[in-house]
């Protein structure tokens, strides 16, 4: 086991003491960084770049060779699961993500079988291998997964969606078939989160984008159901250490009560809900994650370490709180924004831990 140098992340996630406020950023190996935009070209594509474990290390690295960092995440994309399961992803310029082959029938869902993670996902647990070697106990690596109703979202839609018609559809007309998709992308993310901690992940975080999209009976009964079906399955010990799960439902400010129910270690927060009055809510149960708006990043760093501030203020002391934002970095944010707001972090954290 290699010996981790900041452990700072994974204290916060399972409640333990720490030193300063651990921070990291969704989406922080991505396109507002230069260094980024290099190595992307130089793969070729984006799923070039996912599927080459060296080029894959390379960008996971270069936020954390600019910002204090407290965790590196895998990088990867959600819908690396549904390709595996032959529906073809392709990105298209200017659309974002698109798949050949939808699932709209019957005959669609039957026909879905769970990707072996060493098999048709070996490029990921490659990545995972290379990177952990590559931080040699520098911090922490996350893995991570779309939630089975956000994955189930782009199956049915076969791209992005305004009005989720088809997989609403497919919901309330078809509940039976929606359950079969989801029972099965819950049973491949679950042996998808444990290869990548077999390979070397140390957390992992489970990506709920499009469950804010839902009532609270459906979320209940579509999203929140099957990440429970995950976290009861999910390795929770590996390499001698807990292995901490962070469920992340944007838009699910008004579930975080259900959600800690599940037995999950920590909660993100999008910034629609406060984390003093989060934190309030869940009590001791579940850590928090969260939760600045990404778009405050466009602000001078005077006003972005405002905000970090008034986010630490909120959740107030003891530990329990990894600072992030409350969804990824956005692509046209400066880079040195990005780092004001993790220096910010640490400095006026430690008066938090003492």
């Excluded at 086991?1 to 700072?8: A, G, P, S, V």
């Excluded at 996971?60 to 032959?86: C, H, K, N, V, W």
């Excluded at 309330?172 to 359950?179: A, K, V, W």
């Excluded at 994650?289 to 990043?297: A, F, K, R, Y």
Aim: charged content about 25%.
């Amino acid at each position: 086991m290699t010996e981790l140098k900041n452990d700072r992340f994974l204290r916060a996630l399972l409640k333990q003491p720490v030193d300063a406020t651990p921070v990291w950023m969704m989406r922080q190996a991505g396109r507002y960084l230069p260094e980024y935009r290099a190595t992307r070209e130089k793969a070729g594509s984006f799923m070039d770049l996912c599927k080459n474990a060296e080029l894959a290390c390379e960008v996971t690295l270069q936020p954390l060779e600019r910002y204090s960092l407290d965790a590196a995440i895998l990088f990867s994309d959600i819908l690396t699961i549904p390709d595996a399961m032959g529906l073809g992803l392709r990105f298209a310029a200017g659309e974002g993500p698109v798949f050949d082959k939808p699932v709209r029938s019957e005959a669609d869902v039957n026909n879905l079988f769970v990707p072996d993670p060493e098999g048709e996902l070996k490029y990921v647990m490659n990545a995972v291998r290379t990177i952990r070697k590559a931080l040699d106990g520098r911090v922490p690596l996350i893995g991570f997964s779309g939630s089975p109703w956000t994955l189930a979202t782009y199956m049915v839609e076969g791209s992005g969606s305004k009005d989720y018609a088809k997989v609403k559809g497919m919901m309330f007309d078809r509940p039976d078939l929606m359950h079969k998709l989801l029972d099965t992308t819950a049973q491949s993310v679950t042996s998808y989160l444990n290869a990548q901690i077999a390979a070397g992940a140390q957390a992992v975080q489970i990506f709920d984008t499009w469950g804010g999209t839902l009532t609270p009976r459906d979320y209940k009964e579509f999203s929140l159901r099957y990440m429970q079906q995950i976290v009861d399955g999910l390795t929770r010990e590996n390499d001698g250490r807990k292995v901490p799960v962070i469920l992340f439902t944007k838009g699910g400010g008004q579930w975080l009560e259900a959600m800690a129910d599940t037995g999950c270690d920590a909660l993100g927060i999008d910034w629609t809900t406060d984390i003093g009055e989060a934190r309030k809510r869940v009590g001791d149960k579940v850590a928090l994650q969260g939760n600045m708006d990404p778009s405050i990043l466009y602000a001078q760093p005077e006003r972005i370490r405002e905000e970090v501030a008034t986010i630490l203020e909120s959740y107030g002391a003891g530990t329990g709180h990894v600072f992030n934002l409350g969804h990824g970095i956005h692509q046209h944010v400066e880079p040195e924004h990005a780092g004001a707001f993790i220096n910010s972090v640490h400095e006026l954290s430690a008066k938090y831990h003492k």
